[in-house]
């Protein structure tokens, strides 16, 4: 599966973003799905992830009640709602699939990857 990661920007403290991942090929709905984020200097970090049924859900303590995602499978694309953003959300987001009905925080288990999206988020 092709995965293409769109909806970064610049916006200020406090502000709102949607990220969506729009994936190509018929199975969307075979694979759970995980956003990431890698702030300059720092490694790659879990962010949420959404089952393949998108009826579970997880999230970093870090974004837990600030970010919300979803998946569409009619339309194969994940979202990322991020509300209230700060300064150290600042980060490259990617979108990945793991195949299989169980998501993971770890970023090894995903077999595919989207190329990212810069978030910037102005103090």
């Known amino acids: 599966v092709q995965l293409q990661a769109s909806g970064g920007g610049l916006v200020q403290t406090g502000g709102s973003l949607r990220l969506s991942c729009a994936a190509s090929g018929r199975s969307f709905s075979t694979y759970s799905m995980g956003w990431f984020r890698q702030a300059p200097g720092k490694e790659r970090e879990f962010v949420a992830a959404i089952s393949w049924s998108g009826g579970n859900t997880y999230y970093a303590d870090s974004v837990k009640g600030r970010f919300t995602i979803s998946r569409d499978n009619a339309k194969n694309t994940v979202y990322l709602q991020m509300n209230s953003l700060k300064p150290e959300d600042t980060a490259v987001y990617y979108c990945?699939?793991?195949?299989?009905?169980?998501?993971?925080?770890?970023?090894?288990?995903?077999?595919?990857w989207g190329q990212g999206t810069l978030v910037t988020v102005s103090s």
């Open positions: 990945a699939a793991i195949l299989g009905p169980q998501y993971s925080d770890y970023a090894y288990d995903y077999d595919y």
